[in-house]
């Protein structure tokens, strides 16, 4: 089955203590995001790429960084992770952001990796 | 500042009956609405969308309803089944941003 897939599903990182979370997908999706999703609130974009354009939303922290080695894959790198960057982490894709319609807007997504910051 | 609120954090509806989630936005620009389904431990899975050109939207037991005057859209699922209880998510798109807008969420508990 064509999916989004996120590993780890539950990462524990130190205070200041790098960390990378992994998304891949077989959808062969030319558009990938990362969002934040903190307890109990709307999950927030952080950026994305279409195709290996990277666009970065403007109240995004330099901490979070994202790569993207090819269609398949794509990273989240936080720098230096603080007690506020606790949270489930989601990877999107879709397929095409010109034009409009369903298969345009739609974005699948994977299960989520939630960071525990200790 | 949120741009897509859902007002009801929790619906608790008996099975067999109509749920009916609600939705409001501030943001004129946006122009597609999708709802999405998230059961704990997974990613949100996409339920239906609709296109501000139309007002409603039919998917089976799912329909969307969009009152672009009032800023308001409304998740209709009838007849509401035990697998129905999830957290649904509005999410808003358009205005030149490439990324989804989404709500804090509904938690829908289907009643036996």
């Known amino acids: 089955d064509a999916m989004v897939i996120q590993n780890p599903r539950y990462q524990v990182t130190q205070f200041g203590k790098p960390v990378t979370l992994s998304c891949s997908q077989t959808?062969?999706?030319?558009?990938m995001y990362w969002y934040q999703q903190k307890s109990s609130q709307a999950p927030k974009l952080l950026f994305h790429y279409y195709d290996k354009d990277f666009n970065n939303e403007a109240d995004t922290p330099d901490n979070f960084q994202s790569r993207r080695p090819n269609t398949s894959f794509c990273f989240l790198d936080i720098r230096s992770p603080g007690l506020g960057d606790a949270a489930m982490y989601l990877c999107?894709?879709?397929?095409?952001?010109?034009?409009?319609?369903?298969?345009?807007?739609?974005?699948?997504f994977g299960p989520g990796t939630r960071l525990l910051v200790l | 500042d949120q741009q897509v609120k859902q007002n009801s954090p929790s619906l608790s509806v008996q099975e067999g009956r109509i749920s009916i989630l609600n939705c409001d936005y501030t943001n004129s620009m946006f122009d597609y609405f999708l709802w999405y389904k998230k059961y704990p431990a997974e990613g949100p899975t996409f339920l239906i969308s609709?296109?501000?050109?139309?007002d409603k939207n039919e998917d089976g037991r799912f329909t969307v309803f969009l009152n672009k005057s009032a800023k308001h859209l409304s998740l209709h699922i009838v007849p509401s089944q035990p697998g129905d209880s999830a957290v649904y998510f509005c999410?808003?798109?358009?205005?030149?941003?490439?990324?989804?807008?989404f709500g804090k969420g509904t938690h829908l508990i289907i009643q036996p």
């Open positions: 609709i296109s501000s050109i139309k």
């Open positions: 999107a894709t879709s397929r095409d952001l010109a034009g409009r319609g369903p298969l345009q807007e739609t974005q699948y």
């Open positions: 959808l062969n999706h030319n558009v």
């Open positions: 999410a808003a798109k358009g205005g030149g941003a490439d990324g989804l807008t």
